[in-house]
Structure formats: structure tokens, C-alpha cells
């Protein structure tokens, strides 16, 4: 099997229906192809899988002055795909989304190929691999509005990865240092962060700590500022504060002892808050395409979310938080209809689709 696909929403579903592939077949061989610089290849090569590049660009809303550079990438692209076609030769293709899998569709289109879409909305990228595919798994039903192709359609739940549910709260809790008695807060924007999500809580910070534990995943690019705030906090506090650039293995302990979370709306959000019945205060990234907006939406929408808007973060965000930490019974309502989404299996559900298409090409 090829996977092919860029880094965000994909990756990490990807990865999780890779592990559940191989539990259903261990003699699978599987190779991944990003784009060239690809960030998600210290990723997938962590997890033991074969990693390959491709040049890649979008066309969607980028000019007329980028748009025949574009263009001539595109085409690279689908001579390099054809080139890791003719070597590894695939029963099965496997699209997680983003315009990095569009040159492999193009030059796989004769073979069996499944297309994962992470978000509620697809974007154009997905629209266009949907007409390559031969099978389409949704994370929700309620994308199936946006594709003519029916009768390819599956809805099997977002595949979130098998060890993130493997901690037990009171190990997770020892692994951060927790008080079990104080509430906790988890505050993150994606592996870059979200400068503004990290802005706002920093300006209530010191208020926020006076009444409970914040674990705060801040990216990498602002890490240096949260760590020198963090260095001048008064000893009391600093002890409820708890900042990382980025968690890996150790997001499923972050998850797992947390009250309420802070983030940006990634398509993750549609599994993991789910999987541990977590309620949210969701704030869409506003600069892309409105697919966050759209995540952020859904779940409000059933009771599991709130929703603030990026420019009125700074002066809502801790009035939002201290205003649901004194309603427990909110709170309760919220994670009650946030675990009422949860649907079980999806990797599992995702690779024996894979398994059928790669069985279809021997007949």
C-alpha cells in the first residue's frame, strides 16, 4: 500500500489506521509520500514506516504569478509518483488529504485507492482526489452533503491513535506533577501553536492559576517567550503551570486528566475530545479556509463546544473559562454530549477497507 498525503488533520489518523492495517495483515508493506521538506516525515519515520517525496504545489487561490510554477510542480510530481508506482508497485493507494496526494492520484488512477477526509468540509484537494477514489471514508456523515459520489461513501469515525487512551489518570497525573484536587486547563494551537491562543492565555495567566492547572502546549515558535514568562512566575504558581513546546507519546496523559480544553478547531479535535468526552472552548484558526470554523460549529452545535472568535479571544478567554468552571453542571452536559460522538473502531473500520480494495485488484 502508498499512503499519500501532507501534514495537519492526516497525519496522525494515517498513522493510526497503519497500526491497525498491520494488525489486520502484519505482512502489509506500506510506504508514505509526502512532499518534498515534508514536516510530517520525522513523523512518520518515528514510526518505523518507509518514507518517500514527491514535488507538490496547490493551484486553489494562489495567482496568477505563482499559478504556471504551480503548474510545472504538478506535473513533476505526477512523473515522480509514476516513477514510486512502477518500484513499489501498490495494491492499494491510501489518501489522507491536502494537494500533495493530487500528482499520486493522477498517476495511480488505475489502481484501487481509498480517500480519507478528516474535516466536516473538504477542500478543494479532497473534492478533486474524491473523483479518483474508489472508496471515501468520512469522519462524520455530516460531510457526505458535500460529494456526488453516494454510493463510495463510509462514514467511519476519526482514527485517533491506539496509545492515546492508554494512560490511567493517576499516572498521568503523577507524570505532570497534579494537584487531583484543582481542575485543569489544557491550552493548545496544533504542533506550530497558535500565537493568539498563546497571547491570550499569558495576559490571564497569573488570574487563570489562582484557581487552577494549566497544561499549555505552546508550538515551537513562541516556546522561547512561554518559557522566560514562565521562569517569572511567583513559586506558587509556577507549580500550576505547566508549559511544552509539544507532546508526542505524553498528549494522551495531557488528555486524559483535563477538564476543559483551549484550542484551535484541526480536525483532530473531531476524535480525540470525543474519545475522553472533553469540553472545549474552541477558537477557529481565521487566516484558511473556513474547514476549522466549520469543525468548531459542529460540535457547538451539539452541546459539546463553545466557540470564541480569534479577535475576541484576548479580552473573553478568561471570562469563558472562570464562567464554565463555575457551572459544573454545564461542564457535565458538555462532556456528556462531547462523548456522545465518539464512534469506536475508525482505524480498525479505515483498514479493512484497505484490505478489500488491495483483495480487489488480485480479483
Known amino acids: 500500500m502508498i499512503c499519500a498525503g501532507g501534514t495537519g488533520g492526516g497525519v496522525y489518523p494515517a498513522l493510526a489506521v497503519h497500526k491497525a492495517l498491520l494488525s489486520q495483515n502484519p505482512q502489509a508493506e506500506v ?18 514506516i518507509r518514507y518517500d ?5 496547490g493551484l486553489h487561490g494562489v495567482g496568477m504569478k505563482r499559478l504556471p510554477g504551480n503548474l510545472l510542480t504538478l506535473a513533476q510530481g505526477v512523473r515522480a509518483s509514476r516513477r514510486i508506482l512502477d518500484e513499489f508497485k501498490p495494491d492499494a493507494l491510501f489518501f489522507t488529504g491536502g494537494y500533495v496526494a493530487v500528482p ?13 477526509v478528516p474535516d466536516i468540509e473538504p477542500g478543494l ?20 452533503m458535500y460529494f456526488r459520489q453516494q454510493g463510495k461513501i463510509t462514514a467511519t469515525g476519526y482514527p485517533v491513535r491506539p496509545d492515546l487512551d492508554a494512560w490511567k489518570p493517576a499516572q498521568a497525573r503523577k507524570k505532570f506533577n497534579l494537584n487531583k484536587d484543582l481542575p485543569v486547563l489544557l491550552v493548545f494551537g496544533g504542533s506550530k501553536g497558535a500565537r493568539s491562543i498563546n497571547q ?12 487552577m492547572q494549566i497544561i499549555h502546549l505552546s508550538g515551537e515558535l513562541d516556546w522561547p517567550n512561554v518559557q522566560e514568562y514562565a521562569e517569572k512566575l511567583p513559586a506558587e504558581q509556577a507549580k500550576r503551570y505547566h508549559p511544552y513546546p509539544y507532546l508526542h507519546e505524553e498528549m494522551g496523559a495531557a488528555l486524559s486528566v483535563t477538564d476543559l480544553v483551549v484550542s484551535r478547531a484541526g480536525a483532530s479535535i473531531l476524535g480525540e475530545l470525543p474519545l475522553f468526552g472533553l469540553p472545549a472552548i474552541l477558537v477557529p484558526y481565521p487566516h ?22 480569534d479577535a475576541k479571544l484576548k479580552s473573553g478567554l478568561y471570562l469563558v473559562v472562570e464562567k464554565l468552571l463555575e457551572t459544573p453542571e454545564k461542564l457535565d452536559a458538555m462532556r456528556a454530549a462531547m ?13 479493512s477497507i484497505l484490505v478489500e480494495l488491495a483483495g480487489a485488484k488480485h480479483g
Open 31 to 48: 510506504l508514505w509520500v509526502g512532499g518534498v521538506n515534508g514536516m510530517e516525515a520525522s513523523l512518520v519515520e518515528r514510526a518505523g
Open 53 to 57: 517525496s514527491i514535488p507538490a504545489a
Open 104 to 116: 499520486m492520484a493522477l498517476a495511480g488512477r488505475d489502481i484501487p485507492s481509498l480517500l480519507y
Open 125 to 144: 484537494a479532497l473534492k478533486t482526489l474524491a473523483y479518483f477514489a474508489s472508496r471515501i471514508a468520512l469522519t462524520n456523515e455530516a460531510s457526505r
Open 200 to 211: 491570550a492565555l499569558l495576559e490571564h495567566l497569573p488570574a487563570l492559576l489562582e484557581r
Open 288 to 309: 484558511a479556509w473556513r474547514y476549522q470554523k466549520v469543525n468548531a460549529d459542529y460540535l457547538a452545535g451539539r452541546g459539546a463546544a463553545l466557540v470564541i472568535e
Open 339 to 351: 462523548r456522545g460522538l465518539h464512534q469506536p473502531k475508525a482505524a480498525e473500520k479505515i483498514a
